[in-house]
């Protein structure tokens, strides 16, 4: 019989010892008994990007990078792209299982009516310069929440819980359109009670003088299968931040200003922004080879490939392309789209791309979709911001609740200079 345990022998001291094996991890503590003496503090796993590292466990996202598959709670991402909304997309992430009719009434109108801000945020935003980046304006916007709203910092309060949860998922759109206005010189548009959740934000960001703005309802869909594919997406970079400032007991406002710094950095969720540079840059279809041999030859990558879980195609970004094609009917076809076509088929019939199973990421395609759309690109990263909120309170919920989580703190390797004696400064070279 097989026994779930790892035999370690340990060749400094020839001893041995037996770790159990759960759910095809180890604990990394059971390796700090592994000393070579009293002073030895044990051995440690040395995993600086989390490589191979699991920090936590979770119920919430499934993810089989090989195999290309993404699973919110056990629904199938493709499932829910076509016949699910983002704010039930939002609830099922959140709460675990989809709604029932009632249960999605009581949630929708919980967020319809938390989505106006509170007026003295206006002025942070006004504060602002024209050229802000948007990023920069939300991650400063959702941390000053924290400054209305003091019952967030009742973390263990189930109903100060929900409360916040409402008000994040309800006021991010709010906010990011306010950026965006701010940034054209344009008066804020108030949120419109009878639109939905996409449909508002598009109300948001681009009403003009009409009395009632009436979204274009391909626009308005396809921007809410977008915001379902970004929902979550377990541990990566920006979770990873909202699980660790939340480990503190930060309040949720504080710790999404976190995750949402933590999205805005190019190898994140400003990576959609990059490939639209990257794209522009290229300028035409027959530079492509061209630039894939600067790439093969380490003069910068090429955005929106590759990605640390996913060895195989981004199931997302299969679903985005046939968006894609949705929105040019209405908007036109967005000129980059040849470039970014000629890009992938190349990349992907080519030896470096895969030998190291680089293909196109969620970011891929989004940047053109959203500038057809009319975003600029300052906005992509937000775009992304918004929808991921459910995925980060999630993940702070189930990690607020998890008896054997701690402050997150890892351990290092010092390198550093051994014991040395202070000299004074005129004794110094
Ligand atoms: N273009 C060219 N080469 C690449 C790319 C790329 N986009 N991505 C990885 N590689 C190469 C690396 O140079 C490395 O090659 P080497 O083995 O010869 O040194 C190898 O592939 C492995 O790359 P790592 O950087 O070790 O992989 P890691 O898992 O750390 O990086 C990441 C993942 C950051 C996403 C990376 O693929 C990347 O920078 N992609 C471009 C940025 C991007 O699209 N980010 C969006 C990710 S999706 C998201 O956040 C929503």
Same mark, same amino acid.
């Given at each position: 019989?097989?026994?779930?345990?790892?035999?370690?022998?340990?060749?400094?001291?020839?001893?041995?010892?037996?770790?159990?094996?759960?759910?095809?991890?180890?604990?990394?503590?059971?390796?700090?008994?592994?000393?070579?003496?009293?002073?030895?503090?044990?051995?440690?796993?040395?995993?600086?990007?989390?490589?191979?590292?699991?920090?936590?466990?979770?119920?919430?996202?499934?993810?089989?990078?090989?195999?290309?598959? $993404?699973? @919110? #709670?056990?629904? %199938?991402?493709?499932?829910? &792209?076509?016949?699910?909304?983002?704010?039930?997309? *939002?609830?099922?992430?959140?709460?675990?299982?989809?709604?029932?009719?009632?249960?999605?009434?009581?949630?929708?109108?919980?967020?319809?009516?938390?989505?106006?801000?509170?007026?003295?945020?206006?002025?942070?935003?006004?504060?602002?310069?024209?050229?802000?980046?948007?990023?920069?304006?939300?991650?400063?916007?959702?941390?000053?929440?924290?400054?209305?709203?003091?019952?967030?910092?009742?973390?263990?309060?189930?109903?100060?819980?929900?409360?916040?949860?409402?008000?994040?998922?309800?006021?991010?759109?709010?906010?990011?359109?306010?950026?965006?206005?701010?940034?054209?010189?344009?008066?804020?548009?108030?949120?419109?009670?009878?639109?939905?959740?996409?449909?508002?934000?598009?109300?948001?960001?681009?009403?003009?003088?009409? $009395?009632? @703005? #009436?979204?274009? %309802?391909?626009?308005?869909? &396809?921007?809410?299968?977008?915001?379902?594919?970004? *929902?979550?997406?377990?541990?990566?970079?920006?979770?990873?931040?909202?699980?660790?400032?939340?480990?503190?007991?930060?309040?949720?406002?504080?710790?999404?200003?976190?995750?949402?710094?933590?999205?805005?950095?190019?190898?994140?969720?400003?990576?959609?922004?990059?490939?639209?540079?990257?794209?522009?840059?290229?300028?035409?279809?027959?530079?492509?080879?061209?630039?894939?041999?600067?790439?093969?030859?380490?003069?910068?990558?090429?955005?929106?490939?590759?990605?640390?879980?996913?060895?195989?195609?981004?199931?997302?970004?299969?679903?985005?392309?046939?968006?894609?094609?949705?929105?040019?009917?209405?908007?036109?076809?967005?000129?980059?789209?040849?470039?970014?076509?000629?890009?992938?088929?190349?990349?992907?019939?080519?030896?470096?791309?895969?030998?190291?199973?680089?293909?196109?990421?969620?970011?891929?395609?989004?940047?053109?979709?959203?500038?057809?759309?009319?975003?600029?690109?300052?906005?992509?990263?937000?775009?992304?911001?918004?929808?991921?909120?459910?995925?980060?309170?999630?993940?702070?919920?189930?990690?607020?609740?998890?008896?054997?989580?701690?402050?997150?703190?890892?351990?290092?390797?010092?390198?550093?200079?051994?014991?040395?004696?202070?000299?004074?400064?005129?004794?110094?070279?």
């Amino acid at each position: 019989m097989t026994s779930e345990t790892l035999t370690i022998i340990d060749n400094r001291t020839g001893k041995k010892y037996e770790v159990p094996i759960r759910d095809g991890a180890i604990n990394a503590t059971d390796l700090r008994q592994i000393r070579i003496g009293e002073d030895d503090v044990g051995l440690v796993s040395d995993d600086p990007a989390f490589m191979n590292t699991a920090s936590c466990q979770s119920k919430i996202t499934f993810i089989d990078g090989d195999k290309g598959i $993404l699973r @919110y #709670r056990g629904y %199938p991402i493709e499932q829910l &792209a076509e016949n699910s909304t983002y704010l039930e997309t *939002a609830y099922l992430v959140l709460y675990g299982d989809l709604p029932n009719k009632a249960q999605m009434e009581d949630w929708t109108y919980n967020i319809t009516h938390h989505s106006i801000l509170h007026e003295n945020i206006k002025k942070f935003i006004d504060g602002f310069h024209h050229d802000a980046h948007p990023m920069g304006m939300l991650v400063t916007a959702v941390g000053a929440l924290s400054t209305f709203y003091t019952d967030a910092k009742n973390i263990f309060d189930v109903e100060s819980r929900k409360k916040q949860t409402y008000r994040l998922i309800a006021k991010m759109p709010t906010i990011a359109a306010f950026a965006y206005r701010h940034s054209i010189g344009m008066p804020y548009s108030y949120p419109d009670n009878d639109l939905s959740y996409t449909g508002n934000f598009l109300n948001m960001l681009l009403k003009m003088t009409e $009395l009632k @703005y #009436r979204p274009d %309802p391909v626009l308005e869909k &396809a921007l809410d299968v977008l915001f379902i594919l970004h *929902a979550d997406h377990e541990q990566n970079c920006s979770t990873n931040a909202m699980r660790s400032v939340g480990s503190s007991h930060a309040d949720p406002y504080c710790a999404v200003a976190a995750a949402t710094a933590a999205l805005y950095g190019p190898l994140h969720g400003g990576a959609n922004e990059a490939v639209l540079r990257m794209l522009m840059e290229i300028g035409s279809k027959s530079k492509v080879p061209e630039f894939v041999k600067k790439v093969k030859e380490g003069q910068g990558r090429l955005m929106g490939f590759g990605h640390r879980v996913y060895k195989n195609y981004d199931p997302r970004a299969k679903i985005i392309k046939q968006i894609a094609d949705q929105v040019f009917e209405v908007r036109g076809r967005n000129p980059l789209l040849d470039i970014a076509l000629e890009l992938e088929r190349i990349a992907l019939e080519d030896d470096y791309f895969i030998k190291r199973k680089l293909y196109p990421n969620v970011d891929f395609y989004t940047g053109l979709i959203y500038q057809s759309i009319g975003f600029p690109t300052d906005m992509f990263a937000v775009l992304f911001a918004i929808p991921r909120t459910s995925g980060w309170i999630a993940q702070w919920e189930e990690m607020l609740m998890d008896p054997e989580q701690k402050i997150a703190r890892p351990r290092q390797i010092y390198k550093g200079a051994d014991k040395r004696d202070y000299v004074a400064m005129e004794r110094r070279k």
